[in-house]
Each structure stands twice: as structure tokens, then as C-alpha cells.
């Protein structure tokens, strides 16, 4: 119990009445899975690098015992896709690539100028606290002083779930919009910069592409049953989203868990023949700004491989 107690100091701050009654929590539950928490401890006292991994990022403990990720997730599940996300990025990815992501460190993906009011938009990956509820990592668009306008939130683990083939993929626990005052304005303008592309599909293209650079198989995302928050939410509250709407438009197909879609690799685009004759400019422009995207997160994707590591 004792290391269950130091690990909650790390994550929760004691000074805060509803902190120290998440680690009270925290060490019960801890003590409900002993074996499987000291698993998880074990796996991140591997090695040198997992070991500062969890010290910068505690909250990996946490996310095992609470109902986090998707819907009705089960304590093994948790602790299992923990470990997976992490062997998977520690075994691609150099030592300066993960204590960033998880030393709380933006990595800059991709920059794009908006206009004079609004500055530059840039792609990072982090791995915040404030995002553990739905996922071990984020791809987000910021706008000037960290401000935030859209997100995916994921991990990545072996599919166990639905084909159980054990193949890789990303899992995409959730995505969000701005959450400022004037969002549908702030969205209008960055889609009219995008050449009429919508900023939420830009968030899903920009995930993809990190998905390919990263060498999953697969994309999977939660629907509105699959949303973790439905442990939680009340029979009269509904999501603002509907995801699984979304992940169709997208081109996604359902899955025979109904907690999840399965979403393409490579988001289809439209030949010059479907595409009427006055938007074809529009398109090209459009498609010319998707690459330069795919290809700053490809490049800098790269740049943090590891030596031995080809993907």
C-alpha cells in the first residue's frame, strides 16, 4: 500500500478537499488491483526511459483505476492500453519524442498564418493533464498564447476490441471544438482560410496524418455510447457532438462494438470530374494545404525516430 500512497502524492494535490478525496479513491482502488497496479509499476521500472515517462507523466497510474478512455472500460483494458501506447511510441519514437509528449511539452507539427487579427494557427502533439479523461496524447490546433481550437484525443494499442487481430491502431477517444465565446465566428474564418475546408475535418485530416506517420493499421473512434463520459452522464444530457455522424461523413464504418467506428487511413478526395468547374481552384488550393500539412507531420514525425526503427 505503501507505494500506492506515494504514487497518489505525485498525481493529486492533498491541500485540495476534492484532490485528497480523488486519492482516497485513488489508494482503494489500488488496493481492489494489486497485482495489476504493481504490473503497471513494473512495466514503467523497465527502463530508464519509462521510469521518467512515469515521473513525468503520473497520471498513467490514475488512468488505470478510474472509468476513463470509452464506455464501460474495464480495469485490465485500461492498464493494458497503457502499456501498449507507451511500448509502441517508446520503441519508434527517440528519448527527446516522449519526454516531451509526456514532460508536458507542445511538439510543433505544422504552422499555418490565419490573418491579422488572428496571427498563426499551429498543429501540436501534447499530452496534457487536463486531456487524460479520453486519451494518453492529443493532436491540436492553437491559435497565438496556447489558445485552443480544435482536438483529437488518442492513444494507441493493439485492436482487442473488435477483430482482435492485434494489429496496432490509433483509438480515438474524443474530439472538441473551441470553447470561447465567439467559436462559431472563429470557426467561419478558419474554414474560409482552409479554401472552405471545415476545421473539425481539418482536425481528423491532421490526426490521420499523424496515424500514418506514426505506422498504425488502423483508426478507430468512439461513438456517443462509446463516449467515456456516458459512465457518468445523466439519461437527459445529450453530447453536442454526435460522433458517430461525424465519423460516417467521414467515411467511416461501423463496427460490431457500437462503442466504436472503424475510420479510413487516408481521408478520399474527389477527381477533377466530380469537383463543378468554378470550385476546382478552390479544391486545388485546398488539396495543395493538406499536403503541405501531411508532409510537416511526416517530416517531423521523422525527425524523432529511432535509429533502429523503420516504419
Known amino acids: ?4 500512497i506515494e504514487l497518489g502524492k505525485k498525481i493529486y494535490n492533498l491541500n485540495n478537499p476534492r484532490e485528497a478525496h480523488r486519492f482516497a479513491v485513488f489508494v482503494a482502488r489500488c488496493c481492489l488491483h494489486p497485482q495489476r497496479m504493481s504490473r503497471l509499476e513494473k512495466f514503467f521500472e523497465q527502463s530508464e526511459l519509462l521510469s521518467k515517462v512515469a515521473e513525468g507523466y503520473p497520471f498513467v497510474y490514475e488512468q488505470a483505476t478510474r472509468s476513463f478512455f470509452y464506455h464501460r472500460s474495464k480495469f485490465e483494458e485500461r492498464a493494458k492500453l497503457i502499456e501498449d501506447n507507451m511500448q509502441f511510441l517508446s520503441a519508434r ?30 498543429l501540436v502533439l501534447c499530452a496534457e493533464s487536463g486531456q487524460r479523461k479520453e486519451g494518453l496524447a492529443a493532436v491540436m490546433f492553437n491559435l497565438p498564447d496556447e489558445v485552443p481550437v480544435y482536438q483529437i484525443l488518442f492513444w494507441i494499442a493493439r485492436d482487442e476490441l473488435i477483430n482482435r487481430d492485434g494489429q496496432w491502431a490509433m483509438w480515438i477517444g474524443a474530439m472538441q471544438g473551441p470553447n470561447v465565446d465567439d467559436a462559431k465566428d472563429l470557426v467561419k474564418r478558419i474554414t474560409k482560410r482552409c479554401h472552405a475546408y471545415r476545421t473539425k475535418n481539418l482536425i481528423l485530416f491532421a490526426a490521420q496524418a499523424v496515424a500514418r506517420s506514426f505506422g498504425v493499421k488502423k483508426i478507430f473512434a468512439v461513438t456517443n455510447e462509446g463516449y467515456y463520459a456516458n459512465n457518468h452522464v445523466r439519461v437527459d444530457r445529450k453530447l453536442k457532438t454526435s460522433f458517430g455522424d461525424f465519423w460516417a461523413e467521414a467515411g467511416g464504418v ?23 468547374s468554378h470550385k476546382r481552384a478552390q479544391y486545388r488550393r485546398r488539396f495543395a494545404l493538406l499536403d503541405e500539412l501531411d508532409l510537416s507531420v511526416e517530416t517531423t514525425l521523422r525527425g524523432f525516430k529511432n535509429a533502429a526503427c523503420d516504419f
Do not use: C, H, Q
Not at 1 to 4: D, H, P, Q, T, V
Not at 105 to 121: A, Q, S, V
Not at 254 to 276: G, N, Q, W
Open 1 to 4: 500500500m505503501s507505494n500506492f
Open 93 to 122: 519514437f527517440n528519448e527527446d519524442f516522449m519526454l516531451k509528449l509526456y514532460g508536458d511539452k507542445k511538439i510543433e507539427l505544422w504552422r499555418m498564418p490565419l490573418d491579422e487579427t488572428l496571427g498563426e494557427m499551429n
Open 254 to 276: 461501423a463496427t460490431s462494438d457500437a462503442r466504436f467506428f472503424e475510420l479510413p487511413l487516408i481521408e478520399s478526395r474527389k477527381s477533377v470530374e466530380e469537383i463543378p
